[in-house]
């Protein structure tokens, strides 16, 4: 497995990623296929800029254009009030092999060795027993329920935070 800068050409990825009701179950729907070039487009502008890490999950390094989802680290909120967090999605086809809890881990080793992003926060649905199953086994400490704002919804989720530089198992 490697994780890879997202490209202009996983516009599809996205749109199976986003737009598939199945895969925005636990996010509040489906999102619509409109605006998804752009917003690849715009992810690839704020991982130029360094403000974000935004990776597609490749299962296979011989064959970089298979992607099995996406996993994100980026900062929220501003000034004092920033926090970063970290967010993945793993196509159904690939789910149950691993890879998202080996991206996630593999991601916020990076940030270790980075040293800018601090505690990691993960809000994953309080009914997505897999993205929690994640958190609890990489080192996150749950610290409660809360609404949480995603897209233009609000998903009841689970807050799990990890200090990347003692925490991670």
Not at 43 to 52: L, N, Q, S, W
Not at 120 to 131: F, I, K, L, R
Not at 162 to 168: A, C, E, K, V
């Amino acid at each position: 497995m490697l994780l890879r800068d997202v490209g202009h050409g996983d516009v599809d990825a996205y749109v199976r990623m986003r737009c598939d009701p199945l895969m925005m179950a636990e996010l509040g729907g489906p999102q619509s296929r409109e605006g998804m070039a752009s917003r690849v487009g715009r992810d690839i502008e704020r991982v130029a800029a360094g403000t974000d890490w935004i990776k597609m999950i490749v299962p296979d390094a011989a064959a970089p254009d298979v992607v099995a989802g996406a996993v994100n680290l980026w900062m929220q909120g501003s000034g004092d009030e920033r926090t970063t967090e970290i967010g993945w999605m793993v196509l159904p086809e690939f789910q149950g092999r691993g890879l998202g809890k080996r991206a996630v881990h593999t991601l916020l080793e990076q940030a270790r060795e980075d040293g800018r992003w601090g505690l990691v926060h993960a809000y994953p649905a309080t009914t997505n027993a897999p993205s929690n199953g994640i958190c609890r086994t990489l080192g996150f400490r749950l610290l409660g329920e809360q609404d949480t704002p995603f897209g233009d919804r609000v998903i009841r989720s689970n807050h799990w935070v990890l200090d990347p530089r003692g925490d991670l198992a």
